[in-house]
């Protein structure tokens, strides 16, 4: 099968439609028509086989995933959907994995309302590269460097479950039956936290997606924002799931850098933490307060009201 043949089989005719697409996948680009009194949020993300994925992950889960985690962006500057495009590097056709992979991808697109517009493909070691759009009212867009003294920290739904899963997908944990579909699957099918990014537009002084884990994304915040901050690890959410899995210190490393949990952190100043709940009360997602931003120059973790030293940091590239 040719490009061409392989982008009308397993990526055109799927394509989904938004009325605000003029020109979809075909021309040499897309034409899409912006919002009034929106401004435009893009993302980008790469996916690399033997890096962020493995060659046995089920295909389905991949496109799911590969769209999700840029999604993810998007929720934390509290932006909205809108279009997407796809670069897909692959050693060979094949039209069983390409079937697998298309289904996932455009099962979150569905869901997530986004257009596939456009993209590449090549030959070449497996790799997967998604550009999202978003649009966000102008002004209105939550960003990292908002972040000020005496705002307080929470994060949404569970922290570790991802990286607890990726290990039992790996073999090196053993896990009760009864959790594993629900720690594989919050790996291979993460919840980009769109609706309640878009709720806190309002409302928070900064916000980020957790993706390289809590302990080494909250720093970009702190640093951008000029700021320092005490999160106490008693507070953290953690699932049953985790909890019941490995004990408490295996379970604090799990959710302090762990990484891929793709939830948001956010802080949100005194006055706003009254309308907070009611804010992210229609999203359906929990939330929970882990700690408060401070002046000073290092982030401080407590446990039992004591200092706490953590095992990692969380993941970095060429580190």
């Known amino acids: 099968m040719k490009e061409f043949q392989l982008i009308e089989k397993f990526f055109t005719k799927q394509a989904s439609s938004r009325r605000d697409v003029e020109l979809g996948i075909g021309d040499d680009c897309a034409l899409v028509i912006p919002a009034v009194n929106k401004s435009i949020a893009i993302s980008c993300d790469t996916l690399v086989e033997n890096v962020h994925f493995y060659p046995d992950i089920p295909p389905k889960a991949l496109g799911y995933k590969s769209l999700a985690v840029n999604l993810s962006d998007l929720a934390s500057m509290g932006a909205e959907p809108a279009w997407m495009t796809l670069a897909l590097t692959l050693p060979d056709v094949d039209e069983e994995w390409l079937t ?29 590269t998604i550009t999202v759009n978003g ?45 594993q579909d629900y720690l594989v699957n919050r790996h291979y099918y993460p919840s980009p936290r769109l609706l309640a990014g878009q709720a806190l537009r309002n409302l928070a002084s900064s916000a980020i997606d957790l993706s390289d884990g809590l302990l080494s994304d909250i720093q970009h915040v702190l640093k951008l924002s000029g700021m320092s901050a005490v999160i106490d690890v008693d507070l953290l959410p953690l699932s049953d799931a985790l909890k019941s899995s490995v004990n408490d210190e295996e379970a604090l490393s799990y959710a302090l850098t762990g990484g891929e949990d793709y939830e948001l952190l956010f802080s949100v100043p005194e006055a706003q933490k009254g309308a907070l709940e009611i804010a992210l009360a229609n999203t359906g997602v929990s939330f929970a307060q882990i700690g408060q931003v401070s002046t000073g120059d290092k982030l401080r973790l407590i446990r039992n009201g004591q200092p706490y030293t953590p095992t990692n940091i969380g993941f970095e590239h060429f580190s």
């Open 100 to 128: 697998s992979y298309s289904e996932g991808l455009f099962e979150a697109a569905e869901y997530y309302n986004i257009a596939l517009v456009g993209g590449d493909t090549t030959r070449g070691p497996r790799s997967i």
């Open 135 to 179: 649009q966000v009212p102008t002004g209105k867009a939550l960003t990292r460097n908002g972040a000020r003294n005496g705002d307080w920290i929470y994060v949404t739904g569970t922290l570790g479950d991802s990286a607890l899963g990726l290990d039992v997908i790996r073999g090196s944990r053993q896990v009760a039956p009864e959790h």
